[in-house]
């Protein structure tokens, strides 16, 4: 069964800390990874990643995918309380759009 | 340019009734999507539309249906309304994109409340 996998699935941190997600996942003819931050509505996308060892960077978030080992990480420095939002990681297999979406990391920065 | 629309925001049913929620997205998006969204248990494809006129159960179709009306418009159905479908449905859509991407685009939301 394809799934995909999100840990820590909380966090709480203080402000300025460097904080990093993580994302498993075990899925057949992989094509790509996505990255969305949920505040309280709709996800926005952050990052899509589809070449192991390339960083994608946007401000003080980055990512990178590692094909090989078959995990993500999101890394988010100097963090402030707009940061506090359940980060979810999906991907996609070859030949559909549907995305298979982890449970998310649900992260508190606190002032 | 409005992107991902969902109507109701809100909603409350009693068990056993039906209702619709509509969704329409102006990007000219070939592919939309119904997810749920439970505590702890992250986004669920109910049942998607690659393309007008074709429809395709998701992960947790029971208990619903789907019409892909047109390009822009792909509505849910519950017909009997069930406590255990108290949740948040998103809707979502996605075309391609330079590289080939196919990143998906999300609406705000609708919480059903089924008592």
């Known amino acids: 069964e394809d799934k995909v996998v999100q840990s820590p699935l909380s966090l709480v941190v203080h402000e300025g800390d460097t904080v990093t997600l993580n994302c498993s996942y075990e899925?057949?003819?992989?094509?790509?990874l996505l990255w969305y931050k949920q505040e309280k509505k709709a996800p926005t996308f952050l990052f899509m990643l589809t070449s192991s060892g390339i960083e994608k960077k946007s401000g003080r978030l980055s990512s990178i995918l590692d094909k090989k080992e078959l995990f993500s990480i999101l890394n988010i420095t100097a963090t402030q309380t707009g940061d506090s939002a359940v980060y979810l990681c999906a991907v996609t297999q070859g030949g559909s759009e549907k995305l298979v979406f982890g449970k998310g990391t649900k992260l508190t920065v606190n002032p | 340019n409005a992107g991902v629309t969902q109507t109701p925001k809100f909603q409350v049913l009693k068990t056993g009734q039906s209702m619709t929620l509509q969704c329409a997205q102006d990007m000219n998006h070939n592919s939309m999507y119904w997810y749920r969204q439970d505590p702890g248990m992250g986004l669920r494809l109910i049942y998607y539309s690659a393309s007008e006129g074709t429809t395709d159960k998701g992960e947790v179709p029971n208990g619903y249906n789907v019409s892909r009306l047109n390009k822009r418009e792909f509505s849910l159905r519950l017909e009997s309304a069930a406590p255990s479908q108290t949740s948040v449905y998103f809707c979502a859509s996605s075309g391609p994109r330079q590289g080939g991407s196919y990143e998906q685009y999300f609406g705000p939301g609708t919480r059903l409340t089924v008592t």
């Open positions: 899925v057949t003819n992989f094509r790509s």
